[in-house]
């Protein structure tokens, strides 16, 4: 039975994982039901993927005093693993890049953003108070004309005595 699924969280931990599978150091392989059973749970981009070297580079190297030892590794296998090697750790060194360009524009967003929300709520605030000083002004004004009103229609009848004692002196 193969072991669980294994995770990974970034780009970097599938790629670490993956030099580790052809370096030796973790033998399992994913299988096509493993990736297809990852599809179902939507995990396919985080199964460790097989590694691309001969089987040689996947067995651990011999202890120096083993029987194995006296034999040596064949040419072509040590200049596949060095090449291997040195395509894992250019993959390694490129996605490390990526990464840290990835962060820093995250960084520049996050700053960028927080910029633009202390912009727009200083704008809120600026648009809130012009909205409270101009309903206090209407406020202000109905409430003199309603006073006005009031002031006119408790006077109505001193007026009505001006109006009559005018219309009186000037023959209306």
């Known amino acids: ?19 580790e599978q052809a ?46 030892a006296a034999i040596a590794l064949p040419r072509h296998a040590i200049a596949t693993l060095v090449s291997d ?16 360009i990835l962060a820093a524009d995250l960084a520049r967003v996050t700053v960028s953003l927080t910029r633009h929300e202390e912009k727009t709520a200083a704008v809120l605030v600026v648009e809130s108070r012009r909205r409270v000083k101009w309903m206090l002004t209407a406020a202000f004004t109905f409430a003199l004309w309603m006073f006005y009103l009031l002031w006119c229609w408790y006077m109505r009848v001193e007026f009505e005595y001006i109006r009559k004692r005018r219309g009186e002196f000037f023959g209306i």
């Open 1 to 19: 039975m193969p072991p669980t699924l294994h995770t990974y969280n970034s780009v970097l931990d599938r790629t670490i994982h993956n030099i």
């Open 23 to 68: 370096q030796g150091l973790d033998v399992y392989h994913a299988t096509m039901s493993d990736i297809f059973r990852a599809d179902d749970t939507e995990q396919a981009e985080m199964v460790s993927l097989p590694s691309t070297s001969n089987e040689d580079a996947n067995t651990p190297p011999p202890s120096e005093g083993s029987a194995e």
């Open 85 to 100: 090697l040195n395509c894992s750790t250019a993959l390694l060194r490129n996605l490390r890049t990526r990464n840290a």
